[in-house]
């Protein structure tokens, strides 16, 4: 019965999801002349350039989840402490963007970050630099834009975590002879650390396969692994090649996502009924 | 730990508003120093904002509180040196047991071998010795209970707030914490203000019981005194089970329904023994001070009087039996016995025509419309 019931969309995931999925992966281990073989992996070994743009992939993917968490856990903390209604409505200021296009958000970065782009215009305007600062097509603009995009991931589940915590537990630690900040950091903090390593994992995740924001706010300079996919696909057509990384990818973020279950109680933490 | 740290608590004046509605109206209280007194009352009635007032987490509208000499009332929580047992124990879970007991010893720059040693102590003391590495999350309701009372002792306060910290205990379980709870504050001796909305408790465990309603005291004074001696309508209500007659004054002696009682020459609280002509009144009557006795049996003997009553229901209640009846003006009455084999088998049937039986002494005047 259940399963008839859930036929439909059973089938659907198989079809769009599974079997797609499958055949990339299958492509993987052929070779430029059809035969079954491990060249596309020992490449990825052997050549520098595939360790470059791992090393790229990762180094942006780390500098975004700092960015976020030294921008997204303060806020999440005034938003814990602000009264319900409140909070409420400065949460949808910050889930607003969510909601909005990843492209548009990413070119109107582009409009305000560029040589000629509102930041630098009214920046030179005003006598704070003379000449346009290089804001977009680099690793700064890239991260402006991409931590603008992943905030929302990280404040969630901080938000979550930290409005779960008993406030009675603040009020023993000051009873019990701790100042404000010393309540902070002694207990409130570790309490909160569950739902930042959750954010965290999150945003970071999320950034290893991340396309868009690296592809036009990096101006080419800056290669992740999607962006070689894609330069694979559109400009090589080497489905091969593709594939293989898409491959690493994959099996590296389930394999994070796999640990990070182990350490936590990861469904929880993001959301799940309790 | 010693006695002589222990320092009285002096309330005065102490008042607390939202908005229109007064939490706390002009509270004047004394705690005696080394004293376990307990705040009973109602929800709402006030009685913990007060302990928050004492704690510091909230601050009055006016009054004074001091510990001993030192003038508190604009003093930080974390500056107080009190203890306080959460309701819901707000043990820290990211800490084991030991941890959460050393916390506040931590806090006080003790060294880590006099810590590890206090720790131990403590734990002895509530007897929870060998749990020191347990994860809060694998203690059981009782156990935390402990944890929180060891983390609010270790440091020897001076002054030990609880705000109910045995309602989310079962009955059995609460029963022998209040025993416990008392025999740890004689060991201690420390100041202890106990909050709780269980009259049974506060009687078990207090030297003396603060009944606060409405954001007032209504009557400060020992379990015995407050049984016995209620000095308002809602005390009398509040604590223990009661049957209220109307009286009023005739010929210079109380009367009910016309006929003359005999009550105690003792003036009780604010009566006068010898009323005005007409006055009114209402007199309290405990179930197990009214005897049932068979009707017409002539006259009682002196110092007892007699109210003819028409019995109602008579339960069973395991240890007890209550018998409701009605009076002749149409007033309710509950006569409680022992439910001895004897007893049960003299027990009036419904219908019955009874005569219910009260001492001078054991009946409690009091004005007609307590304070509310």
Known sequence: MLLGLSGPALALVLVTMVLPIAWLFGLSFLADDGSLSLVRYRRMIEQPSYARIFGATFKVS????????????PLAYVLSQLPRRAANLCLIA??????????????????????????NTWGMELGLWDEPLALVHNLSGTLIGMVHIMLPFLVLPVLNSMRSIDMDCMKAAANLGASPTRAFWSVFFPMSLPGLFAGSLLVFVICLGFYVTPAVLGGG???????????????????????SLGVVLLVSTMALLWLASRLTRLEQLLGASR | MSRASAVPITIRQVAKAYGTVAALDCIDLDVRSG??????????????TLLMVLAGFIRPDQGSLRFGD?????????????????QNYALFPHLDVAANVAYPLK????????????VTQALQTVKLEGLGTRRVHELSGGQRQRVALARAIVFEPRILLMDEPLSALDKQLRESMQIELRHLHDQLGMTTVYVTHDQREALTMSDRVAVIAGGRLMQVDTPRMLYDRPGNRFVAEFIGE??????TASGGAWCWNGRPLQLSTEPSGSMDPQPAQGARACLMLRPERLRIAQAGQGSPAPGTNALPARVGDVIYQGDTFLVQALLD????????????????????????????HFDAGEAVLLPEEGPR
């Open chain 2, 242 to 247: 009661s049957s209220f007659l109307e009286v």
């Open chain 1, 62 to 73: 780390l500098l975004t989840t700092a960015l976020c968490v030294v921008l997204g856990y």
């Open chain 2, 329 to 356: 003006d149409g007033t309710r009455v509950s006569a409680r016995a022992i439910a001895g084999a004897a007893a049960l088998a003299r027990a009036p049937a419904r219908n019955e025509t009874v005569e219910l």
């Open chain 1, 94 to 119: 910050v889930m607003l963007p969510f909601w909005t296009s990843l492209l548009v958000r990413t070119y109107a970065w582009l409009v305000l970050l560029q040589r000629r782009g509102l930041v």
């Open chain 2, 70 to 86: 030192q003038e508190v009332i604009r003093l930080a929580p974390h500056k107080r040196d009190i203890g306080m047992v959460f």
């Open chain 2, 107 to 118: 806090l006080r720059g003790v060294s880590a071998a006099d810590c590890a040693r206090r």
């Open chain 1, 221 to 243: 300079k800056i290669v992740m692994v999607s962006n070689q996919i894609a330069n694979d696909i559109e400009l090589f057509f080497n489905w091969g090649a593709a594939s």
């Open chain 2, 35 to 48: 004293e376990f007194l307990t705040l009973l009352g109602p929800s709402g009635s006030g009685k913990t």
